[in-house]
Each structure stands twice: as C-alpha cells, then as structure tokens.
C-alpha cells in the first residue's frame, strides 16, 4: 500500500514550494486560494508498479502527479493490457464522468501524488471558477489525447508511431521548462508497445532504426536523445505547428 500523510501546515509548505506547480492544475488558484486545497490534500507516494486505483472503483479520489510517473490501462476480455495513457509530474489523474474510474492506474516508477476526494474537490470548483475552467481544459485534452491515440494505432505505421511517441514526450518535457531533445523513458519496452499496439521486437526494432538513421541516440534504456527532430517530424508525418505535435497528455 502505498504511504500518506495529511497535515495542512506541511501540505501548504509543500504547495508553496512545488517545483510544478506552475505547470499543473494548481496554477489556476491564486496565492491566497492555496490553502483551501491544501485543507482537502493528502500527499502520497506509490512504490513501482504499485496500483493506485483500479478500472470499476468507485472514483472517490482525484490526483495531481507531483514526481515519477504513471501508466493508465485497461484489461481486455481475453487478459490482454492496453496502456491508454502516461502521466508524468504536473499531469492530473482521475478525471471520470461517472462513479468509477473507466481505467486502472499503475505507477512505473516510485511516484508521489497529492490527493483530493472528489466531493470535496467539487466544493473548491465551485468556488474558485478558474480552476474549474482549467480542469475542464485538461479533461478536454485527454479526449483529445485519446482521439490522437487512435489515429496512431488506426493509421500509422511502426515507426511513426515511434516518432509521434517520442516527440509527444519532448513536447511535454519542454513544457515542465525541461530540455525537450533529451527523453526520458521510464516505461519499459513493453509497456511503450502496450501503448502503440506493437510487440515489444517491434518497438526494439524500430529504436534501432531510427538510432542507425542519426534520427536519435540511445544512451540508455530509458533515455532518448533527438539529434534530428526536423527528421523526426517528417518521420511522424507532422510538422512543429501540427496541434498533434502538441497535446497535453499522451
């Protein structure tokens, strides 16, 4: 199970001093408003591979990643997984339009969360319109998101599905004021073909390509650096200003 804590006072200080803060939904709230979500927020943190909820729970709680990442999943009929989703620090996980989560979350890494429960959270939306209008956008764009995810696995082939992924996490590194031609990639091989509908030898097969292409370099497993994203664009079919090239969450 993973660990908690709730103490205003601490939970105030840790908003206050939040690296991401700016960059999440919490950038919606004034400075004098952020002690009415610090009174409803718990911190919690989630060991690898730990679940932090599963598809059909009831969806009592919301989350905003503060560190490490997350993968969102559905079970097929036949015991399959498919990862509908990554969440990284600044993203917002929990969004449901009904009683139950419609997905399951898991986190990759060692992750940290502040927690809100959902009947409270919905008072403090009511009373603060703006940060309701920005948990609204962010609920759009994970449609958005969604719609962007089928086109990948309907239309595109191995390798500019590969390229739209990687771009994709550039995207929301420079967003988090990260450089955006190092990518890091916690998520294993698997997970990444889970993801786009591809075997695990595909995936690999498909990073080496690119790699002997001097489209990217592979320092490691879970690190891609962009030599060429001109190159990497035409691979993926879009170019900077495509509003693919762009999307909140992947």
């Known amino acids: 199970m993973f660990g908690s804590r709730q103490f205003t006072s601490e939970v105030l200080e840790h ?16 400075e004098e408003e952020i002690g009415g979500l610090a009174e409803i927020t718990t911190l919690i943190k989630a060991d690898p591979q730990e679940t932090i909820f599963y598809e059909g729970d009831p969806a009592d709680h919301l989350f905003n990643v503060t560190g490490g990442g997350v993968s969102m999943f559905k079970l097929l009929p036949d015991g399959r997984r498919q990862i509908t989703g990554f969440l990284f620090a600044g993203d917002f996980l929990g969004l449901a339009l009904h009683d139950h989560y419609s997905y399951s979350a898991e986190a990759i890494t060692g992750a940290t969360f502040c927690r809100f429960p959902r009947n409270k959270l919905e008072v403090l939306l009511d009373k603060y319109p703006k940060f309701e209008k920005r948990l609204l956008q962010t609920a759009s764009n994970e449609l958005a998101a969604a719609q962007d995810q089928m ?99 992947f």
């Open 15 to 30: 908003c206050q001093t939040c690296s991401i803060r700016l960059t999440s939904v919490c950038s919606a709230l004034k």
């Open 151 to 249: 086109l990948l696995l309907g239309r595109k082939t191995a390798q500019e599905r590969i390229a739209s992924f990687l771009l994709n996490l550039s995207q929301r590194a420079m967003r988090r004021g990260q450089a955006g031609d190092k990518v890091d990639l916690p998520m294993s091989r698997a997970d990444i073909g889970d993801y786009l509908g591809l075997t695990i030898e595909t995936v690999s097969r498909t990073f080496t390509r690119l790699k002997k292409e001097e489209v990217i370099e592979l320092p490691g497993v879970h690190e891609v650096v962009i030599l060429d994203r001109a190159g990497l664009q035409d691979i993926a079919g879009f170019s900077a200003e495509d509003p693919v090239a762009a999307v909140a969450a």
